[in-house]
């Protein structure tokens, strides 16, 4: 889960990593009792999960409670490449002498914690990371070790931060460590970590990714989802425990098994079809599991048709037959279904639907037969 | 011969007492699988249908000369259960549970390799069944044969649709390997690639990944330098959009690395053949073995 700028900053404050002091605010008058607070110049800063909010005035220096209350109303309500922005994070405005770079990032390939530190901060990292490679010096640390004081310290001699802010800058690293061990993130990154005029180091902005399975150990990071930036059927989808992600095609799609979903919309788009959502319904999913499967999928009103695709191992392809049947029972659907059910119990499953003769529901019993009728299926309903 | 597991194989299994532990148990002894006991603290010395169950992994082994363990307790519990079958000299720890967080991976894998007595396969994986001999896991053995065929995957269903695709153009398997689809796999597809080239009843491997991280793009270095046998890759996700998570904590495209597209094109640049479809490789298997023997 990503956090927005003043929840990364908080943690940061946590973990004695310097940042500048400011308040949330979700309303002008918050924002201007905030600024009033903190004095001015102050920055009125739009709080979403995407880059260029600078770029797209999300981002505004006030120097007075009139420029205060004119920033926030302004930015409050702004969409900022899709994202509306519903909070801001006013704090008090930095002088800055240099700005800096700074990431600790869970290095799958390597198998250990990735440090990275590049006096060119403040600008697109990744675009530094292709032109001047270079400039960016990086360091593993072994995970069983921890972060050390050396690391810091090669870290900013290599990438040749200022001689005077060379054991501040090693100081900050050792607390982003700590901050990305203790909080079990998967990304905390800095961009830009300035130096100010009388040689202070600060993180001036923070992006935090927290890992998902991790926050039982964090109930406090937990309740910090923000679920009002995503899309409509994702958030329902995420209420009900179900793993969906919206595409931008007409046919629904529901499967067991991240890897076999995947497989099932590559094969749907061969047979050239639009897939409109990657949905897994886990390992073991239960009847209601699917039923609520169903409402979510058909609640993306471009659906056009549906494809089941079952390999059951830990699910039971009896469990699915029974929540479609169940589906049919309380939402009533007017698209067909395409049903594929093989694996655990499906002669029991493919029975039962049989059974219960739903309209408009068709049984393959291939996967590459289910995606061609599918296909031929959301053809005619837009004919 | 077969890989990891075979008659070989004494298993030990973690979390034996839960619901779905004990089911599985069972269903992998009814296959074949030698299940010398269960580890569950505070249920020592009862039985699950004759299983003894233990409070510790050592004395486990003390007792029953396990050398296999699986993991099926949940996931805050699982990364302890882990390295306590390693410390108790487990060679080989088979992890099906799912969503354990990604520092505890990383802190069991690079243990593990630390000490290097024992391999981890998974987690989050279905577990590996060589057919005819053990199944452990929760991979539904009844659909597969024995045959010349070794199977990898990222992906537990996936392997199963692979499987029976492979199955119906009468291929059987020596073994299939599920090694799990997330970030840190204690074993990857070099690790098992070059175990099938070393098994004399393996005579065609296929491997099938997914999008996301590099072990694809790393496997078709190996492949390229150290494989004789053939070699059928399957990348599934060509469809999925960048930045998103699909499901697997691991199968997440990030930029332009990662995506199925620049997988398949590194494997075909060293030789391996690509299908698009699970489909397609049972086709290629055929055209490259002249059908099932």
């Known amino acids: ?383 | 011969m077969s890989i990891l597991v075979g008659n070989e194989t004494r298993l030990c299994v973690s979390g034996i007492t839960g619901s779905e532990g004990t089911f599985h148990s069972l269903r992998n002894r009814d296959y074949g699988t030698n299940v010398v006991g269960g580890v569950t603290p505070g249920k020592g010395g009862q039985d699950v249908d004759g299983i003894p169950v233990f409070n510790t992994f050592h004395e486990a082994v003390a007792e029953t000369d396990a050398n296999t363990a699986m993991i099926f307790v949940p996931p805050r519990f699982a990364a302890d259960s882990i390295l306590e079958a390693e410390d108790a000299g487990v060679e080989l720890i088979i992890a099906i549970t799912e969503g354990i967080p990604a520092h505890d991976e990383l802190r069991v894998y690079n243990t593990l390799k630390k000490n290097g007595r024992a391999r981890l396969v998974g987690p989050n994986c279905p577990g590996i069944l060589s057919p005819g001999k053990a199944s452990v896991g929760i991979i539904p053995a009844s659909f597969f044969k024995s045959g010349n065929v070794g199977v990898v995957s990222r992906s537990g269903t996936l392997t199963y649709q692979i499987g029976n695709v492979l199955a119906q153009e009468g291929f059987g398997n020596s073994t299939i390997v599920g090694i799990g689809g997330d970030p840190v796999p204690g074993t990857d597809f070099i690790d098992v690639i070059g175990m099938f080239e070393e098994d004399p009843e393996t005579d065609l491997i296929v491997m099938a990944g997914e999008i996301g991280g590099d072990n694809e793009e790393r496997a078709a270095d190996f492949i390229a330098e150290n494989v004789t046998k053939p070699v059928i890759a399957y990348i599934a996700g060509f469809t999925a959009p960048p930045g998103k998570t699909m499901g697997h904590a691991g199968a997440i495209v990030s930029g332009s690395s990662g995506g199925a597209a620049a997988k398949a094109e590194a494997l075909e640049a060293k030789g391996v053949r690509v299908g698009k479809t699970p489909t397609e490789v049972a086709q290629a298997a055929v055209a490259l073995l002249g059908g099932a023997d």
């Open chain 1, 1 to 383: 889960m990503d956090l927005l700028e003043y929840q990364g900053k908080q943690l940061f404050a946590r973990h004695g990593v310097p940042v500048p002091s400011g308040k949330p605010a979700r309303t002008v008058e918050e924002a201007v009792a905030a600024a009033e607070e903190i004095g001015y110049p102050c920055v009125v800063k739009a709080q979403v999960q995407i880059g260029g909010r600078g770029k797209a005035g999300g981002i505004k220096v006030a120097q007075n409670r009139e420029e205060a209350e004119q920033h926030a109303r302004a930015i409050l309500g702004m969409d900022i490449r899709g994202l509306t922005v519903h909070e801001l994070w006013i704090e008090g405005a930095s002088e800055i002498a240099s700005e800096y770079y700074a990431s600790v990032i869970f290095d799958r390939s390597a198998k250990a914690p990735l440090l990275m530190l590049s006096t060119k901060g403040g600008m697109d990292i990744e675009a530094v990371a292709e032109e001047t490679p270079e400039a960016i010096a990086r360091l593993h640390v072994d995970p069983l070790l921890g972060f050390c004081d050396f690391h810091g310290r090669r870290l900013a001699f290599e990438a040749a931060v200022d001689a005077d802010v060379v054991r501040p800058v090693g100081a900050m690293l050792a607390k982003l460590y700590e901050t990305f061990i203790a909080e079990d993130a998967t990304l905390v990154e800095v961009n830009p970590l300035i130096v100010t005029p009388d040689r202070q180091v600060k993180a001036l902005d923070a992006k935090v990714t927290l890992d998902d399975n991790a926050l039982f150990r964090h109930p406090e990071n937990a309740e910090l989802r923000d679920l009002s930036g995503e899309d409509p059927q994702e958030r329902m989808a995420k209420e009900r425990g179900l793993t969906y992600v919206k595409l931008d095609g007409d046919i629904g799609i529901l499967g067991n098994g991240a890897g076999l979903v995947m497989s099932t919309l590559d094969v749907v788009a061969l047979a050239g079809g639009a897939p409109a959502n990657f949905l897994d319904a886990g390992g073991g999913s239960k009847a209601d599991a699917i039923t609520s499967a169903v409402e979510v999928i058909l609640s993306d009103p471009k659906v056009k048709a549906v494809l089941f695709n079952i390999f059951g191992g830990i699910t039971r392809c009896d469990e699915v037959a029974r929540g479609l049947i169940e589906a049919f029972a309380q939402i009533n659907p007017t698209v067909p279904f395409v049903v594929r059910l093989d694996g655990t119990n499906d002669v029991e499953g493919r029975a039962l639907l049989a059974e219960a003769k739903l309209p408009n529901v068709y049984a393959e019993s291939t996967m590459d037969g289910a995606a061609a009728k599918v296909v031929e299926l959301a053809r005619g309903a837009s004919a």
